[in-house]
C-alpha cells in the first residue's frame, strides 16, 4: 500500500491506502489562528492545491498544509 507521511498532527489521519481504494477526500484542518488554504505536494506550495487522492493512485504521497 501507499503511504502518506506528513498530514499533520491537527487534522485526522489517512496513513494509507491502495490503487484499489476508492477515491479520499482530504481531511480539512482547522486552527484556531488561520485559514486553511488547501494540501500541497511541495513544501513551498507551487501548483494547485489537492482535495482528494484519486482512485487508482498508486505512489507516496507527503502532503503539505497551506495556512492564510
Not at 6 to 24: A, N
Not at 33 to 40: I, L, R
Not at 57 to 62: F, G, R
Request: proline fraction near 10%; charged fraction near 20%.
Amino acid at each position: 500500500s501507499s503511504q502518506l507521511e506528513k498530514i499533520p498532527d491537527y487534522s485526522p489521519q489517512i496513513k494509507s491506502f491502495t490503487v484499489e481504494s476508492d477515491t479520499i477526500p482530504l481531511p480539512r484542518p482547522f486552527k484556531n489562528d488561520a485559514v486553511f488554504a488547501g494540501w500541497y505536494l511541495n513544501e513551498n506550495f507551487t501548483g494547485i492545491p489537492i482535495y482528494e487522492i484519486p482512485k487508482g493512485t498508486s505512489t507516496n504521497m507527503i502532503l503539505y498544509a497551506k495556512w492564510k
